[in-house]
């Protein structure tokens, strides 16, 4: 059994929630300088310029990536082998977001109640907490700040088995095409096929962490990815929706054995501002 002060794991949640709205990961960095070769819109150029410049100034630790600093998001994936001491796991989290949301100057966009008076937390409390136990003595944690510009155009759908593959591509390029500009385009569309409902849209949220750079393992998901990309781009969204030939920088799918009688399919949108970070501890 490996002890881990709860402490610690406050203030990295703290440390990440941070980094991750001030600093865009490298992939995503790339894909935004590979759009702005293949755009040939000047308008949708120069946004991607300014987009540029955005998240350089971020670096310098100036202003976050965006105003809508996200309800903060947590992935834990806790060893077997793990035992938490000097308090609550759950409760040392919420001590590290809201930390971080109070040091690091970010929004907090939080309403304790999703339909009666929807007052703000003023905290950006509470997270939502995913927890999943792995083999051995490590805790890995990873957070996403998620905006909801981007989160509101995102869709679950039960298809059955005969829609198939196309049936899939059907629903991603046509809901993403209709939401326009208002996720924030370049989008990255984080996939999740199979599963149950519920988890087929947490298979999507973990989509948007694999790194931009690395292409589907599985020939037949990689060549799906592809076929989903060309046709949002072709559809002549471009950057925040003011026309051009990039809309979307990256599809990415994970999978999950389903039942026989189902296709559970969910996507999640995320913006140019695609933030996440994680440690091992
Ligand atoms: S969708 Fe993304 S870029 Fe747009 S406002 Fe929300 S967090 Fe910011």
């Known amino acids: ?13 703290e440390r990440l929630f941070i980094e ?9 960095k790339n894909k935004l300088e590979e759009a702005l070769v293949y755009e040939t819109n000047p308008l ?16 310098e630790m ?35 977001v809201e930390n971080a949301y109070n040091k690091g100057y970010l929004r907090k966009s939080v309403v304790a109640d999703p339909l009666k008076n929807r007052a703000n937390t003023k905290t950006n409390l509470p997270p939502v907490i995913h927890t999943e136990i792995t083999k051995g ?11 909801f510009g981007a989160e509101n155009q995102s869709a679950i ?28 385009p370049p989008s990255v569309i984080g996939v999740g096929i199979g599963g149950t409902f519920e988890y087929a849209a947490i298979l999507a949220k973990k989509a948007l ?7 589907n393992e599985d020939p037949f998901y990689k060549d799906m990815e592809e076929e989903i990309l060309t046709k949002i781009n072709q559809s002549g969204v471009g950057s925040q ?21 189902g296709l559970p399919v969910a996507y999640n949108y995320c913006c140019h501002s695609t933030r996440h970070k994680s440690c091992v501890i």
Do not use: W
């Not at 949708?44 to 670096?59: A, F, G, P, T, V």
């Not at 809309?247 to 054995?257: A, D, E, F, G, H």
């Open 20 to 28: 991750a709205n001030y600093i865009l990961p490298d992939d995503v």
């Open 44 to 59: 949708s150029k120069d946004i991607l310029n300014i987009l540029k410049i955005n998240y350089k100034k971020s670096e």
């Open 157 to 184: 759908k039960m298809l059955t088995p005969s829609d198939g593959r196309e049936g899939i591509i059907d629903f991603i390029v046509s809901g993403v095409i209709k939401s326009g500009g208002k996720g924030c």
């Open 241 to 261: 929706g003011i026309g051009g030939n990039i809309s979307c920088l990256s599809i990415k799918i994970l999978t999950y054995p389903t039942h026989i009688a």
């Open 62 to 96: 100036i202003y976050p990536l965006c105003q809508d600093t996200g309800m903060a998001v947590v992935f834990l994936e806790i060893g077997q082998e793990i035992h938490f001491e000097n308090g609550f796991i759950g409760d040392a989290i919420c001590k590290g």
């Open 137 to 147: 003595d490590k805790l890995k944690i990873t957070v996403i700040p998620k905006g």
């Open 209 to 215: 962490l694999i790194s931009l750079d690395k292409p």
């Open 1 to 13: 059994m490996r002890s881990i002060d709860v402490e610690i794991v406050a203030k990295e949640v």
